[in-house]
């Protein structure tokens, strides 16, 4: 099915150019520029170029907390884009990241002496270590990191596919349950950014993949939410994790499925518009972290990269012409600097019911999710790039 360019788009939508939007995106770009990015590699980066789990909220490095070895790729892509588009010197950083990450290996856990602590072999990982080689073939154009992305694709293959269609959970493992749609999200979300890159068909085989995953199990139609969690065959887990829905993962959907119709021209608006229309059912400034499938609350603390998302989801829909959604987008990142993030470049990670953060420290992981977000605000609302 054919579409506009996403160029000609830009061009034919004035709610593009909303002055709120222009506004919020430029202070959410100076702040990640100018505090967030360099702070965070000078508080959390490791001489070995390896990264704490999180820093202690007085924001200093907590150096005795065991480390999830994806937090590694996911700063590797921080700071490659972060370095590509010009925001800050973040190359040797990445390819630094790289190499320790590589030293190592696709693994699991690592405690802060470097041992292993878990060495088995994750999707939803992999779904990271993928995008982590993917950000620095863009920046270098080093054949090197194209060849890893490969080999990631070739083990997926080779000893993750799942008879019942989509990959399994953890390699040279039994079924386990339950199955989840989060890591085959995350696949759809670094291939896709590959394809972007190479434009190789292959790449986006496993787009193509999730997508069809994706209509026939995770898009629940009678609710418009995401299923979670489900059975080797698909079916849905048994109450509660079968009712479970959380909006983050929503809000996410919208802007890939967004990214998916761009890249290919299949047409996503309907899933796009059924999910941003249940997120917005409670009318709440920002998303809980869990509801079930009917929109009762199971949690209502509110993590910071749940919004992240949900702004996306505002911008995503402002690209396909939606009224007011770049409005929306402004509005919630103006509430972030009110409520999530700090001057100084750190965060409140989570929220309660009553607005307090009650995290007990500020993850690394979640720069990731601020990133992407940052950098789609900056590019929906035309900002140019620094000088």
């Excluded at 080779?158 to 990959?167: F, L």
């Amino acid at each position: 099915m054919g579409q506009k360019s996403s160029e000609k788009i830009r061009k034919d939508n004035k709610f593009m150019h909303s002055q709120n939007l222009k506004n919020s995106a430029k202070c959410l770009q100076d702040w990640t520029m100018k505090q967030a990015l360099p702070i965070w590699a000078q508080r959390a980066l490791l001489p070995d170029g390896s990264w704490v789990e999180h820093l202690a909220l007085n924001g200093m490095a907590d150096m005795a907390a065991e480390r999830r070895w994806r937090v590694l790729a996911r700063q590797i892509y921080v700071y490659a884009e972060a370095a590509r588009s010009g925001w800050f010197d973040g190359k040797d950083i990445a390819q630094n990241t790289h190499k320790r990450m590589m030293q190592t290996g696709y693994v699991h856990r690592v405690g802060m002496d470097g041992s292993v602590n878990h060495a088995k072999q994750d999707l939803y990982d992999h779904a990271f270590y993928l995008l982590s080689h993917a950000s620095l073939y863009k920046l270098t154009k080093d054949p090197q990191y194209l060849e890893l992305a490969e080999t990631i694709l070739a083990w997926l293959d080779r000893d993750m596919a799942h008879p019942h269609g989509g990959w399994r959970e953890y390699a040279h493992a039994p079924d386990t349950e339950p199955r989840r749609q989060n890591p085959h999200m995350h696949l759809f979300e670094a291939s896709l950014y590959l394809y972007n890159i190479t434009q190789d068909p292959r790449h986006l085989s496993y787009t193509h993949q999730v997508f069809t995953l994706f209509e026939s199990y995770f898009f629940n139609a009678q609710t418009a939410t995401i299923r979670e969690f489900f059975k080797p065959d698909w079916t849905s887990s048994l109450p509660p994790h079968g009712t479970t829905a959380e909006p983050g993962h929503a809000a996410e959907w919208i802007w890939l499925l967004w990214q998916y119709q761009k890249a290919c021209g299949v047409d996503t608006s309907s899933y796009a518009d059924a999910l941003y229309a249940k997120l917005h059912m409670n009318m709440q400034y920002f998303l809980n972290d869990e509801e079930d499938e009917m929109g009762e609350i199971r949690r209502e603390s509110k993590r910071l990269w749940v919004q992240t998302e949900y702004i996306k989801a505002h911008l995503a829909q402002a690209e396909r012409g939606i009224i007011g959604s770049a409005d929306m987008a402004a509005a919630i990142i103006e509430g972030l600097f009110e409520t999530y993030l700090t001057p100084d470049g750190l965060w409140n990670d989570q929220l309660n019911a009553c607005g307090v953060n009650m995290a007990a420290t500020i993850p690394v992981s979640t720069f990731y999710h601020i990133l992407c977000m940052a950098m789609e605000a900056v590019y929906t609302a035309n900002i140019k790039a620094p000088q």
